[in-house]
């Protein structure tokens, strides 16, 4: 099979297109047929930099798959040859990635497409819709009557959890830059704030009436989380999806610090089956109508890989940049 490949770290240039043995069945997973991946913030960190992971990097990477089954392994009863599926399974931990016509996937990791996306649009949810899911519902806790911000609104995560937050019955504000404004306004968030037009303790008085976020999910961090940390209310709840350097705000405010690596099952070896179910339910709800996915509007395929890297770096994409199996 093809592949696109790397065997060091660097700019997006190192990527090299080679030839590979087809990966070959084996216990507890599928083999999937690759039509579509995309583009992570992690990706392009393991691309690039050293990292906890880069000792076990596997040469094929991105972990966001959607495709075809072509064969089902022993102990797998609920995924069938030619069942369209959708999961992030690979690209880091030594297990190679869906930069390649042909992706091992353990099947606990997997769930049905959904019926309603293509594809592409299929590709771009798992990490991040998974991220999200595990954010609001496992470690926020969002319920209705909450308010909560959301920083970065039409980031990969961020879009989601905005839906996923009014899904639950939240009260949602979010956060954006300017250029962004048009498409976050399409999101149904309840109060989307101008970052450029508004300080922290403008539209914290403004939405809260001074007191405060009950929650607030920082996909943005680095130096944006001491103003999650601001806008949260004493007491409050605060979920982060990066490293933290000064945390005094916590103790000041008696705030509950939340760390989502959604990585963990992957790369442990535990739980893969929750992503399954959460990628399942994610199914669900976006054909109910729900949830839509963010598509950034290039066009590129998993051989262009160096020039979908590029797009993200440049900072210009709006959404998931989805890569298809063209040719």
């Known amino acids: 099979m093809k592949a696109m490949v790397i065997k060091e770290l660097g700019s997006s240039d190192v990527f090299q297109l080679e ?8 216990s507890g ?3 999937i047929e690759v039509k579509a991946t995309s583009v992570n913030p992690l990706d392009t960190m393991l691309r690039s930099t050293e990292t906890p992971w880069s000792d076990n990097l596997p040469e094929i990477l ?3 798959v959607a495709g075809t089954v072509i064969e089902v392994g022993e102990d797998v009863t609920n995924f069938r040859i030619g069942d369209a599926v959708y999961g ?10 869906a930069l390649c016509e042909y992706m091992l996937v353990d099947a606990r990791l997997m769930a049905h497409k959904p019926t309603t996306l293509s594809m ?6 798992p990490l991040v819709a998974i991220t999200a899911w595990e954010a609001l519902h496992d470690k926020l806790k969002i319920q209705s009557g909450d308010h909560i911000l959301i920083h970065g609104a ?3 995560v961020g879009h989601l959890a905005i839906q996923l937050a009014k899904y639950f019955g939240a009260t949602v504000s979010a956060t954006v830059k300017p250029r962004n404004l048009s498409v976050a306004n399409t999101l149904n968030a309840d109060n989307i704030i101008n970052v450029e037009e508004q300080t922290v303790s403008e539209y914290v008085e403004k939405l809260t009436g001074g007191v405060g976020f009950d929650a607030v999910f ?3 961090a680095g130096k944006n989380i001491q103003h999650s940390f601001e806008a949260a209310r004493i007491n409050g709840n605060v979920a982060t999806t990066l490293p933290i350097d000064d945390t005094l705000q916590v103790a000041l405010k008696s705030l509950s610090l939340h760390s989502v690596l959604m990585l963990i099952p992957l790369i442990n070896g535990i739980n893969r089956e929750s992503h399954g179910k959460i990628l399942a339910y994610i199914s669900t709800l976006v054909d109910k109508g729900v949830i839509k996915p963010l598509i950034d509007k290039s066009d590129f395929s998993i051989w262009e ?4 890297h590029e797009r993200y770096h440049s900072g210009q994409a709006v959404g998931k940049i989805a890569l298809t199996m063209k040719k």
């Open 19 to 26: 030839e590979r043995e087809k990966p070959r069945i084996k």
């Open 29 to 31: 997973h599928l083999v």
């Open 62 to 64: 991105h972990g966001d």
């Open 88 to 97: 992030c399974a690979g690209g880091i931990s030594g297990i190679n990635g």
């Open 120 to 125: 592409k649009e299929a590709a771009a949810l």
């Open 154 to 156: 039409t980031g990969g």
């Open 218 to 220: 920082d996909t943005i």
């Open 305 to 308: 890989v160096a020039k979908a």
